[in-house]
């Protein structure tokens, strides 16, 4: 009898041991119909930047429609800094709380996305690709949706837009002849024209942008910016972009003593006629601005002959998450023809899509075609050519060396 009692209290255990380990166990997306259902109820709290209310609203817009459609509730939570987010989760995991965490979401890319998959903080992998919407995804064409900063994303986020970084002047202001086509030339423009131009403090993701441009146009062997930093060189290496700092600061808005806080502020400032030429990580971005009344009518774009920045931004599932079915409905959500149709009109928000135009219905390849992407957007062959971002160790290097040389402190 007590044999028996033991053998019934062995199995009860082991019952319940699979019962928790199922539960703890990861949604699979291959399962679409599971997802959904275990879905169903859950709260996204979505971690993303907040800064424009062009992207804001349309998050709002996709949480309303996975509220409808699936019974899922998306909060934003509205982020100045992704870092925030990752140092949460890192927080979180050091306190041992592997599930049940805070973050559900993260809108990522480069340096963060490196770091948490570094530290083993995101959702086991190959949940992107097993996505009822990945089949519209174009990563045959579009390298950088399977490799982010240099870095493989192993199915650990999963892509939302695409991204290249564009110039914009006002012409009322300043003719389309006189307008820079590389970073030397802006320089030159910059000390022809005190006080017109300026980026955003790093490590604001915008002014950290422009700081890679210089980089990758300044440094003698661009081959090793895919790689990570070689510290016995990276006084040598870094010298021309710090440079070239050097002349063009005295030459900034301000003097440089001062920077603007954001693109939207850079973007104001074009508006209000402080600077004549800003830039975005975005080609439709001047064409959304006139469209929500923020930049006049005679704002145009350009870009450099030579090349400029061109990246994917993902969304990724913190390990730990909350929410993780909600988060994968989401995620596919993001990736529907139909959210990357409204995501791409400049009247909301002008982000280029990561679909595949020849994987689409006919219908929803019209829908593309006919889309007005806005009087100061550059049609596709006339971006330019797209230049590789750098490593995310030489970020981090180049950001701490900018602080120390140019920061609010100095």
Excluded: C
Excluded at 25 to 53: C, H, I
Excluded at 142 to 166: C, H, N, Q
Aim: charged share 20%.
């Amino acid at each position: 009898m007590l044999k028996s009692s033991i053998l019934f209290a062995g199995a009860l255990t082991a019952m319940f041991a699979l019962s928790q380990a199922a539960q703890a166990a990861d949604p699979d997306p291959r399962n679409w119909d599971a997802v959904l259902t275990e879905a169903k109820g859950q709260t996204v709290y979505f971690n993303a930047w907040g800064g424009s209310e062009a992207i804001n609203g349309y998050i709002d817009w996709a949480g309303r429609t996975l509220k409808d459609r699936f019974g899922v509730t998306v909060v934003h939570v509205k982020l100045d800094d992704t870092a925030n987010a990752v140092a949460t989760v890192l927080a979180e995991k050091a306190a041992g709380k592997n599930e049940g965490g805070s973050v559900d979401l993260i809108w990522i890319n480069g340096e963060n996305f490196a770091s948490m998959k570094r530290q083993d903080l995101l959702m086991a992998p190959d949940w992107t690709t097993s996505l009822p919407n990945w089949a519209y995804v174009d990563h045959e064409t579009k390298p950088t949706i399977l490799t982010d900063f240099t870095i493989p994303t192993d199915g650990l986020e999963s892509p939302w837009g695409g991204a290249k970084m564009v110039f914009f002047h006002d012409t009322a202001r300043t003719p389309a002849d006189s307008v820079p086509r590389s970073s030397v030339e802006l320089l030159d423009w910059a000390e022809r024209n005190p006080g017109r131009f300026s980026y955003p403090q790093p490590p604001d993701f915008i002014g950290s942008s422009f700081l890679k441009q210089v980089l990758i146009e300044t440094i003698a062997d661009r081959s090793k910016l895919g790689q990570p930093v070689d510290e016995a060189s990276f006084a040598e290496d870094a010298a021309p972009l710090f440079a070239y700092l050097d002349r063009l600061h005295p030459n900034l808005w301000r003097g440089g003593k001062a920077y603007p806080q954001n693109y939207p502020d850079m973007k104001q400032k074009l508006a209000d006629g402080e600077l004549d030429i800003i830039f975005a990580f975005n080609p439709s971005e001047a064409s959304a601005g006139i469209a929500a009344g923020e930049l006049p009518d005679t704002v145009r774009s350009f870009t450099y002959t030579g090349g400029t920045l061109g990246n994917t931004h993902f969304v990724a599932i913190p390990y730990n998450a909350s929410a993780k079915a909600g988060a994968l409905v989401l995620a596919n959500f993001l990736i529907s023809p139909e959210a990357q149709l409204r995501k791409q009109d400049p009247a909301v928000w002008g982000d280029p899509t990561v679909l595949s135009m020849d994987k689409l219905s006919a219908e929803d390849r019209a829908a593309f075609e006919a889309l007005d992407l806005g009087i100061a957007t550059l049609r596709p062959d006339e971006l330019g050519p797209a230049l590789d971002e750098p490593h995310p160790d030489w970020m981090e290097r180049i950001e701490g060396e900018w602080l120390r040389r140019y920061g609010a402190a100095n």
